[in-house]
């Protein structure tokens, strides 16, 4: 498994957390609020936000909410505030690459947040462009494995632009190009192969393999950063073994 997939090491560990699940309520609310900006507050003609909303519904977020959201980004009620996407790179203990995108009405504090969780665990912000290079957003797309096989994934998704298919755990992610995950998703519901989850992701072309001690340090790191209100996501080029992810997840 390669990278800090959102989808397997911390997902489990969020879940557990009230605190985090207020965050992650938070952070859902706010991507609504975007995507209704962005596309209109129509979901049936905004596939972001139809998926955004998805999303949140999946993650128990009170419909009310979702909806004030919704209302709130289409200009339909009053109260949005001004988001702007915000990527700040730097480097982690063991030299990882870490990318921290920010979605925040107010820059200064979030410049202040990541710098702080980064000096305080033991990473070092770097000048923009400085790690991002080794960086690609692709659009990810899961399914569960159940009683399908690679091909039968991968022959469903062959011709709406996916680009590799592989096994993560019990479940089989598809990669593309961003613009053509809906495509991917479309393909897959054709094919009746339920898409469990999707989303945007970053993926490093170079890699550092880590082992459990450090990849403890990197997840603290982003811990802290994720504590912020103001951080949507982090993304690393660390890479874990099948036995270092076994170790992880047995604490």
């Known amino acids: 498994m390669a990278g800090h997939s959102k989808w397997a090491t911390t997902k489990h560990k969020k879940a557990a957390n009230d605190a985090k699940r207020g965050k992650e309520f ?3 609310i706010k ?4 995507a209704a900006r962005t596309g209109g507050g129509d979901p049936s003609a905004n596939p972001t936000l139809d998926d955004m909303i998805r999303k949140a519904k999946k993650a128990s977020v009170p419909n009310d909410n979702i909806e004030r959201a919704r209302k709130r980004g289409s200009g339909e009620e009053a109260g949005g505030a001004d988001w702007q996407t915000i990527m700040y790179e730097g480097y982690g203990p063991n030299g990882v690459a870490v990318l921290i995108e920010c979605l925040t009405d107010n820059r200064n504090r979030a410049a202040t947040e990541v710098r702080t969780a980064m000096t305080r665990n033991g990473g070092n912000m770097a000048e923009s462009g400085a790690v991002s290079y080794m960086f690609e957003r692709k659009g990810v797309v899961l399914v569960n494995k159940g009683e399908l096989s690679e091909d039968d994934v991968l022959m469903a998704v062959l011709d709406a632009g996916a680009e590799e298919v592989s096994e ?6 598809v990669l ?7 495509a991917v998703k479309a393909a897959l519901e054709e ?6 989850d999707s ?7 170079v890699e550092v393999e880590l082992g459990v001690e450090d990849a403890k340090k990197i997840f603290k790191l982003i811990d802290a950063l994720e504590d912020s209100d103001d951080v949507q996501n982090v993304f690393t080029n660390m890479n874990l073994s099948e036995d270092v992810l076994a170790a992880l997840e047995a604490e």
């Open 191 to 196: 094919a009746e192969i339920e898409v469990e």
């Open 31 to 34: 991507n609504i609020e975007v």
């Open 26 to 28: 938070a952070k859902l």
């Open 176 to 182: 593309s190009a961003p613009g053509d995950m809906p």
């Open 168 to 173: 993560v755990g019990d479940k089989f992610e």
């Open 199 to 205: 989303d945007s992701d970053f993926r490093a072309s």
